[in-house]
């Protein structure tokens, strides 16, 4: 694997988000880690308030190169076949990516209520 996908395992967007991706993705770039599984997070210096910001994708390689919100879902589009000439469209229509990241934060702060909660 390239890249560790840190998300969050109780939210059913992004539970749905990760078994989609992994159909995508076919096992080639990505791992997945739940927010959940700390034991396992404090192996690159990750805490609970960390994941309060988002998702969280790590370069394997070079671990100190990480994207969090919004710029994950940007770059794991960028890394999927055929993804990045939609993430550079996305990123260069003026606004349009200011407001992909307030609409992310709105998702984020209120997943559980709009989504729903399960148990990992």
């Known amino acids: ?4 996908v ?8 992004c539970a749905t988000g ?3 991706l992994e159909t995508l993705d076919k096992g080639q770039l990505f791992c997945y880690i ?6 396992k997070l404090t192996h ?7 994941c309060e910001l988002g998702m969280i994708l790590i370069d394997a390689h070079t671990p100190d190169k990480r994207w969090q919100g919004s710029a994950a879902v ?7 076949p055929l993804g ?12 349009v990516k200011w407001v992909g990241d307030r609409f992310y934060e709105q998702i984020r702060d209120h997943r559980y209520t709009l989504f729903g909660k399960r148990s990992l």
């Open 1 to 4: 694997m390239n890249y560790y």
């Open 74 to 80: 940007e770059e794991i589009g960028r890394l999927l």
């Open 6 to 13: 840190i998300y969050d395992g109780n939210c059913n967007l």
């Open 34 to 39: 739940a927010m959940q599984e700390e034991e």
């Open 84 to 95: 990045s000439g939609f993430v550079e469209a996305y990123r260069a229509l003026p606004g």
């Open 18 to 20: 990760v078994q989609i």
């Open 44 to 50: 690159w210096g990750i805490t609970p308030q960390d």
